[in-house]
């Protein structure tokens, strides 16, 4: 028994396809294969142009998403450092331990 006859289902076994009959295929007009290599090469064409279109236009969102990343750093650190005042003023009440009188010039208080 033939390995491929293991992966054929019966059908194929009682009604085999016969294989069409094809004649010479017909020859391709000019017009045809001039419209063909037309359309590629202005598919390229337009593929490099819109490719370089889109490029300025993301470098263009690059630099203002590097710009504006400057911006959320800078409110990020600030609101850290809130929390963190505001965190440790929270554990020295709930503690009972003082504040130390420099805790302003260590963890000064931003608005």
Known sequence: MPWTNLFK???E??????????GEPLPV????RFTRWTLL??????GVWR????KR???AHR???????????EEQRILKMKNNRA????????????IPPNFDELYPEIK
Do not use: M
Request: with cysteine.
């Open 51 to 54: 490719w370089g279109y889109l």
């Open 9 to 11: 289902s019966n059908i």
């Open 57 to 59: 236009k993301e470098t």
């Open 41 to 46: 090469f202005s598919g390229i064409g337009f």
């Open 29 to 32: 007009s000019a017009f045809i």
């Open 87 to 98: 965190e440790l003023l929270l554990l020295a009440e709930q503690t009972g331990n003082p």
């Open 63 to 73: 630099e203002c998403l590097r710009k504006q990343k400057l911006i959320w750093d």
């Open 13 to 22: 076994h009682k009604y085999p396809l016969k294989k069409p009959v094809l």
